[in-house]
């Protein structure tokens, strides 16, 4: 029976030579695809945290924060930075709590008694028009400098002939009609760049006429808001605008 059982196995290796070998080849086949798979969930495991890290990021990001509380009126000046225009700003003149603190911001406003060109008291609310009171707007420049305007787009709508006004300063009306209408233009014609104004025309108490004067500094401009009749002594406000821009800008104030 042995020999038997010997002849049926001989026949089964002749009849099936290969099948040991085909074995061998399925299982490396097999444990190649499990590598595969491993490698596959390894690089979506790996995707996901990527996904999830960015998503936090984002989140983060994107999360409200709230702002910075205000400084105290009377504070130190802080140094604010307006399209990156350095300015150091006594916090008592901030006339908008919400913008008194340091830093970037697009736009603050200031006001300051006249002619001292300290920051007024607090407890004396300042209006537009105030006779003793001069406003500041520093924002972030959006049109033309006011030296380019004076050339180019003013001389298309004031009148051809100039208004009379105080010695020494040229003055000239908006023409019914235009965007500026209801309006003269105030210069320095020896140096416009010093002095250069809109103003406003009022025969009404209620509603003084004020003028705006206007310097481009840097990527900044500073508006200067004061009433119409300092036009008399223009000179004199054109020395103080001077000195209250340098005031801002020095670098210990």
Known sequence: MSAHMSANMAATAAIHPRSGRGQALA?????????????????????ALLGAAALAFVV?????????????????????????????????AMRIAVQRRAGAQERIDLVFAWPSLAPPDPAEPAQLGDAD????????ATALPPLERLKTIYPRYVATEA?????????FAFRDGTPYQGEDLAFDPATPEKFLARCTRSANPLT????????????ADVTVRFPRDWLNDWRGVEAG??????SLQASGS
């Open 60 to 92: 983060c990001a994107l999360w409200p924060r709230w702002p910075d509380a205000p400084a105290a009126a009377d504070a130190p000046a802080l140094p604010i930075t307006i399209k990156g225009v350095l300015f150091n700003v006594p916090a008592q």
């Open 163 to 171: 208004t009379p006004g105080p010695p020494g300063l040229s003055l």
């Open 133 to 140: 009171r001069v406003f500041v707007t520093i924002a972030a």
């Open 27 to 47: 299982g490396r086949r097999h444990a190649r695809g499990r590598a595969s798979g491993n490698r596959l969930g390894l690089t979506v495991l790996v995707l």
């Open 241 to 246: 605008i001077d000195k209250l821009i340098a």
């Open 208 to 219: 003084p006429a004020t003028c705006l004067d206007e310097r481009r500094i840097g990527d």
